[in-house]
């Protein structure tokens, strides 16, 4: 079955970096493309990133542009999320999910990891 | 981008009423609209896909419909274990924004 595994959260003080990795495995990893979802305490969903099946393309939340990177690696299943210069408000749990795949364009998020915390702070 | 509104914020409703939440979207989004069920502490669950085709395994008193820019989910009678909030999603294309949410509480 399909499953995604998030790890990499932890306590990080504000401007540090830290890196969110997800893996993936029980399905062709290479056919799709994978999101990353926040959601601070108490609050709602908030897309914040996604990677195309190959790694050639990637889009950001405005929120997060020019201080996180996604990038992916196929042979080892795992779509990694480096956050750097991270503010209070990036504290959150980091879900990623499964997006589209090279067949079929435009799918919702079916499949979900369980989350991993990122708290920012002094 | 695309903005997604969801009215009301919050509802509290008696056991077997029907419930009705709106989601609106600033700009034509078609069909490309999910419902996510997410009880506390739980991880999102998708509920309804296409504006209005029930996931597998999802209980038949839940149903969406609407294209464009207004869609709705409605629950026919309102269940103890349907206690939770309910999010809307455009995936027409990125960024795939979420609805503010809409908390659901039995009365």
């Known amino acids: 079955q399909v499953q995604l595994e998030e790890s990499g959260g932890g306590v990080v003080q504000p401007e540090r970096s830290l890196r969110l990795s997800c893996a993936a495995s029980g399905f062709t990893f290479s056919d799709y493309a994978i999101h990353w979802v926040r959601q601070a305490p108490g609050r709602g969903l908030e897309w914040v990133a996604v990677?195309?099946?190959?790694?050639?393309?990637?889009s950001y939340a405005d929120s997060v542009k020019g201080r996180f990177i996604v990038s992916r690696d196929n042979s080892m299943t795992t779509v990694y999320l480096q956050m750097n210069s991270l503010r209070l408000e990036d504290t959150a749990v980091y879900y990623c999910?499964?997006?589209?795949?090279?067949?079929?364009?435009?799918?919702?998020?079916?499949?979900w990891g369980q989350g991993t915390l990122v708290s920012v702070s002094s | 981008d695309i903005q997604m509104t969801q009215s009301p914020s919050s509802l509290s409703a008696s056991v077997g009423d029907r419930v009705t939440i709106t989601c609106r979207a600033s700009q034509g989004i078609s069909n490309y609209l999910a419902w996510f069920q997410q009880k506390p502490g739980q991880v999102p669950k998708l509920l309804i896909y296409?504006?209005?085709t029930l996931q597998s395994g999802v209980p038949s008193r839940f149903s969406g419909s609407g294209s464009g820019t207004e869609f709705t989910l409605t629950i026919s009678s309102l269940q103890p274990e349907d206690v939770a909030t309910y999010y809307c999603q455009k995936y027409n294309s990125s960024p795939r924004t979420f609805g503010q949410g809409t908390k659901v509480e039995i009365k």
């Open positions: 999910a499964r997006g589209s795949s090279t067949v079929t364009k435009k799918q919702p998020f079916q499949h």
């Open positions: 990677i195309s099946y190959d790694g050639s393309k990637s």
């Open positions: 296409a504006a209005s």
